[in-house]
């Protein structure tokens, strides 16, 4: 099966992956300590020889459990997210504290002393322990483990979902299990070491409460930022394989409610038929809407509706908007009905409050669902900003465009299901609204600052999350950009570091007439265009999309940045 092949891949690329070397000593050490209670040589060689099994089993265990249903339960319970994963770090606190003092661990062990093993912890066959790292044991978020969590958030799980967590579960194991299986083979063949198995019991202690107390601290994610990520191209790869793609299916898991949406191909010039139209689950708000009321989609059985999945300070959904909004007013008395779903790429994009300024600015007269936790989004698979999705008035998916452009295909079947649905109805005249949608190739790229999609960046140097010194390089080339000065580079966004003072500077080389950046926090930019003019841009309120190239600048050509401390730069679009 795809799906079990493609989740075992991901996790055996994740387990040689920088992200699980903050555990490996503490696997490698405790898969060698054994207890030192006299007179209990049988089982301490029988639980020499099974412990590193058991570590890696309650490992794998409870990273399933708590990766696939942990928000769900936690959502259901009212529990802060961040619950399970502080126990985890308390017992590891705690289990290491009774490595390196025994009396403690015969206290801890009084409650289970009529169970048929008294050792609950270190001193036994070590599955307790393999819990509690399970719970914090957080690998990279490759495409595999980014569809189970997303499946697991929005409570998407059924037998797929299930298959592809265990079959990446077993797959991260492999890695682990050798490290642990090699963390024995030492503590019994080499004499040292045996003669010093109250010492490796001590430094096992050490070295799991040092990963506790790491862990509170978040130290684990800075060490990994230090790293280089060298399984980063065989994650995309596999995502963008046949098979890859099958199982993942990019934006969501395949489920019975959107198999059939595959009948669908991109921008098909004629209409299909792509099965019932799944549900808008998961929406946080409605607004736009009477008395900001859902919206079953049952309801608008006779309409022919059309869903654009959209984020406000997106430059393509900008571009496409104005066309949505003309297909709105000139059809919705004809039977239109559209609906446009709010899904945020970034974390401001998720405030009501910025939504709603978004849709005064567009004109957007249509009802908006909030997906913040973009569980529609993965409903319906999609993977793109935008993203139309065209069903009738039975309730099925007849059209699917993801992108910029192909408005007047998606008018005409449009006009078509109308047609359809309503024999004899008088539609209007096409709304002809111009395509601004920039030719294929001829603008840079959208490019993005923040470490978890950067793109674009000249060097010299890695680009990765943190602070750290820039400097611009000796010769850039066409559709990139660098930076100068202090800079703090988080996920989404890049903002001049506290010393920044005033050498904080970006230099774009760019290809576009209109080059725009979503920045947010307080501060000036300082635009210079090559061959044009300069001006002050006053950043502060909510973010927002503002313009850095005009029309009477080159199309082409460089840009410097002088940004003041305290300003957010999350990406640079082109048009």
Not at 275 to 297: F, H, K, Q, R, V
Not at 377 to 393: G, K, M, Q, S, V
Not at 396 to 415: A, C, P
Not at 428 to 442: C, H, Q
Request: some cysteine.
């Amino acid at each position: 099966m795809d799906i079990v092949l493609i989740g075992l891949l991901g996790g055996l690329i994740t387990g040689i992956s920088p992200c699980i070397l903050p555990v490996l000593p503490v696997i490698f050490l405790t898969a060698g300590a054994q207890p030192t209670a006299p007179g209990k040589a049988p089982e301490v060689i029988h639980a020499r020889r099974s412990r590193p099994y058991w570590i890696i089993a309650g490992l794998v265990l409870s990273f399933s459990v708590v990766t696939l249903l942990g928000s769900l339960l936690l959502g259901l319970l009212s529990i802060p997210q961040s619950t399970i994963r502080w126990a985890g770090v308390a017992v590891l606190a705690i289990i290491g504290v009774g490595m390196l003092f025994p009396g403690f661990e015969q206290l801890l062990e009084k409650p289970f002393q009529r169970l048929p093993r008294r050792k609950v912890g270190d001193g036994g066959n070590g599955f307790g322990m393999g819990l509690a790292l399970g719970t914090v044991f957080v690998p990279c978020a490759g495409p595999v483990l980014a569809a189970i969590i997303v499946a697991g958030a929005t409570g998407a799980i059924g037998i797929d979902t299930v298959l592809l967590t265990v079959s990446f579960a077993l797959g991260v194991a492999v890695p682990l299990l050798i490290f642990a299986l090699a963390g024995r083979s030492v503590a019994q063949r080499i004499r040292g070491f045996r003669k010093r198995e109250r010492t490796i019991r001590i430094v096992g202690g050490i070295a799991l409460i040092a990963l506790a107390i790491g862990l509170a601290f978040n130290v684990p994610q800075a060490l990994q930022r230090l790293l280089p990520d060298y399984t980063s191209g065989l994650q995309q790869d596999l995502a963008e394989s046949d098979a890859g793609r099958s199982a993942l299916s990019l934006g969501g898991l395949i489920t019975d409610e959107n198999r059939d949406l595959d009948k669908c191909a991109n921008d098909a010039p004629e209409l299909n038929s792509c099965g019932t139209a799944p549900e808008l689950s998961g929406i946080e708000a409605w607004l736009n809407t009477p008395e900001n009321s859902a919206i079953d989609l049952q309801q608008l059985r006779g309409k022919v509706v059309l869903i654009d999945f959209w984020a406000y300070s997106c430059i393509n959904c900008q571009r496409s908007i104005p066309h949505v909004v003309a297909w709105d007013q000139a059809y919705r008395d004809a039977g239109l009905a559209v609906i446009g779903v709010h899904s945020p790429e970034y974390a401001f994009e998720k405030e009501r409050s910025n939504v709603e300024s978004g849709i005064a600015d567009f004109g957007i007269e249509y009802p908006v669902a909030l997906d913040n936790d973009l569980s529609t989004w993965t409903n319906y698979r999609n993977r793109y900003w935008p993203a139309h999705y065209l069903i009738d008035a039975s309730g099925t998916v007849r059209h699917i465009s993801f992108g910029e452009g192909n408005y007047d295909t998606t008018e005409k079947l449009i006009r078509e299901l109308l047609a359809d649905a309503h024999p004899g109805v008088k539609l209007p005249a096409k709304t002809g609204t111009t395509d601004a949608t920039p030719e294929l190739g001829s603008t840079t790229p959208e490019t993005f600052l923040g470490s978890s999609k950067d793109r674009n960046f000249a060097g010299p140097g890695d680009y990765r999350a943190g602070s750290r010194k820039f400097t611009f390089p000796e010769d850039q080339s066409k559709d990139t950009f660098a930076l100068s000065g202090a800079w703090t580079v988080e996920t989404q966004f890049a903002t001049p570091g506290d010393d920044a003072q005033a050498d904080a500077a970006i230099r774009l080389t760019y290809r576009g007439q209109e080059v725009r950046t979503v920045v947010a926090g307080s501060g000036t930019i300082e635009v210079a265009v090559s061959g044009g003019g300069t001006r002050t841009i006053d950043v502060g309120g909510t973010p927002r999309s503002v313009r850095l190239v005009e029309s009477s600048d080159p199309a082409a050509g460089t840009l410097d940045l002088t940004v003041t401390p305290g300003v957010q730069v999350y990406s640079f679009t082109f048009g």
